[in-house]
């Protein structure tokens, strides 16, 4: 419990001079308190209500927050991965795209790909962005400065035939993308305040994909493209947060019950149950300090403190070096109870007394 009398001044009044008529003029603001001074007050509700504070000047000097559905699960038998919706060109068109924590570009396919998915086991209908269709849709050249800052910071490279900035990235499960640059209207629903949404739109640059391989080119998870969510320049979040419309800043939850969905706001979550950790400065992905590693509250693995593991919404699986791994697996095997999955052999079932 704080109390407040030690926290506030016993102020009742400021004062302060200003410029007018080339005189300094007395004025004089009134202070009220909003806890009672009698009252003793948690500690939490003190830090959320700065947090609430906090949100507020972000908020009018970002301009809003955007929100966007997210779709999906963490459960890899069904979904395993987690999708939302942008709008793109003029006439906007709806593409929904995987979230991913662990690269920077937003990137979908092109009405040119050959090799791409046309059917989707997830219950989407894929669609495919036709730049002849958009009237604001612009090309990134290879003279474009642009381009330029792309090549330094991503796998980008000038395809002087057609004299149009490309790229070809390739993701740790061993799919790949690959195609061009082009520069159009992402369209947003930003939250104004506490209850008015505004629609605005921002030219943003992304990727028009025009071959796949992988996992990529399966139909049974595929989506229209990938929504990057790194920290780059070239991040949706960056270029949106240089144009004044949204705040570099978001927030991501994941719901991992049989529900599945979560949040995505370009913005910040306030919630006093939030626990918040520092991100490690200067690394190419998200990345925390991992400390230890407990099951059933005994800690089975711990670090000098330095070790760093990446937060990655693309990645469906929790990798773990071998010193962590083996521990974990074997305190799991002793402390939790699994029901028996149809992929579990029986002899594993029969053994462990799981059915």
Same mark, same amino acid.
């Given at each position: 419990?704080?109390?407040?009398?030690?926290?506030?001044? =016993?102020?009742?009044? @400021?004062?302060?001079?200003?410029? =007018?008529?080339?005189?300094?003029?007395?004025? !004089?603001?009134?202070l009220e308190r909003t806890f009672p001074a009698d009252q003793k007050v948690e500690l939490e509700a003190l830090k959320a209500r700065d947090l609430a504070r906090h949100a507020r000047?972000l908020q009018s000097f970002a301009g809003g927050i955007a929100d966007f559905p997210v779709v999906g699960t963490s459960d890899p038998y069904l979904v395993g991965l987690y999708f939302?919706? !942008?709008?793109?060109?003029?006439?906007?068109?709806?593409?929904?795209?995987? #979230?991913?924590?662990?690269?920077?570009?937003?990137?979908?396919?092109?009405?040119?790909?050959?090799?791409?998915?046309?059917?989707?086991?997830?219950?989407?209908?894929?669609?495919?962005?036709? @730049? =002849?269709?958009?009237?604001?849709?612009?090309?990134?050249?290879?003279?474009?400065?642009?381009?330029?800052?792309?090549?330094?910071? @991503?796998?980008?490279?000038?395809?002087?035939?057609?004299?149009?900035?490309?790229?070809?990235?390739?993701?740790?499960?061993?799919?790949?993308?690959?195609?061009?640059?082009?520069?159009?209207?992402?369209?947003?629903?930003?939250?104004?305040?506490?209850?008015?949404?505004?629609?605005?739109?921002?030219? #943003?640059?992304?990727?028009?994909?025009?071959?796949?391989?992988?996992?990529?080119?399966?139909?049974?998870?595929?989506?229209?493209?990938?929504?990057?969510?790194?920290?780059?320049?070239?991040?949706?979040?960056?270029?949106?947060?240089?144009h004044g419309i949204t705040p570099k800043v978001f927030s991501h939850c994941l719901k991992g019950d049989g529900n599945g969905g979560g949040v995505l706001v370009l913005g910040e #979550?306030?919630?006093?149950?939030?626990?918040?950790?520092?991100?490690?400065?200067?690394?190419?992905?998200?990345?925390?300090?991992?400390?230890?590693?407990?099951?059933?509250?005994?800690? !089975?693995?711990?670090?000098?403190?330095?070790?760093?593991? #990446?937060?990655?919404?693309?990645?469906?699986?929790?990798?773990?070096?071998?010193?962590?791994?083996?521990?974990?697996?074997?305190?799991?095997?002793?402390?939790?109870?699994?029901?028996?999955?149809?992929?579990?052999?029986?002899?594993?079932?029969?053994?462990?007394?799981?059915?």
């Open positions: 419990m704080v109390d407040l009398r030690f926290l506030v001044m =016993a102020v009742v009044a @400021a004062v302060f001079m200003s410029a =007018a008529s080339g005189g300094g003029v007395m004025r !004089v603001l009134t000047i939302t919706k !942008v709008k793109l060109g003029s006439p906007p068109r709806e593409f929904n795209v995987q #979230i991913d924590t662990g690269s920077d570009v937003l990137w979908v396919t092109c009405s040119s790909c050959n090799n791409c998915p046309r059917t989707s086991g997830l219950g989407v209908e894929l669609n495919f962005f036709d @730049a =002849a269709n958009s009237s604001t849709v612009s090309s990134i050249s290879c003279a474009d400065s642009t381009c330029a800052s792309i090549v330094q910071t @991503a796998s980008a490279e000038c395809f002087t035939q057609s004299n149009r900035c490309g790229y070809s990235f390739q993701y740790a499960d061993g799919s790949g993308t690959a195609g061009f640059y082009v520069s159009d209207l992402l369209y947003l629903d930003t939250i104004l305040g506490t209850s008015s949404i505004a629609n605005s739109s921002a030219p #943003i640059v992304f990727g028009c994909s025009t071959s796949m391989s992988g996992d990529l080119t399966k139909s049974d998870t595929a989506v229209d493209g990938l929504f990057g969510f790194g920290q780059q320049g070239l991040s949706v979040i960056s270029q949106l947060s240089s #979550i306030l919630d006093s149950r939030i626990v918040y950790t520092p991100l490690v400065p200067s690394q190419p992905h998200y990345s925390l300090y991992l400390q230890s590693i407990a099951v059933n509250g005994t800690a !089975v693995f711990t670090t000098s403190g330095n070790q760093r593991t #990446i937060v990655d919404s693309g990645t469906t699986l929790a990798y773990l070096v071998e010193e962590a791994y083996d521990p974990f697996v074997g305190a799991v095997s002793l402390h939790l109870v699994f029901p028996c999955h149809p992929l579990c052999c029986n002899y594993w079932c029969h053994k462990n007394g799981k059915w």
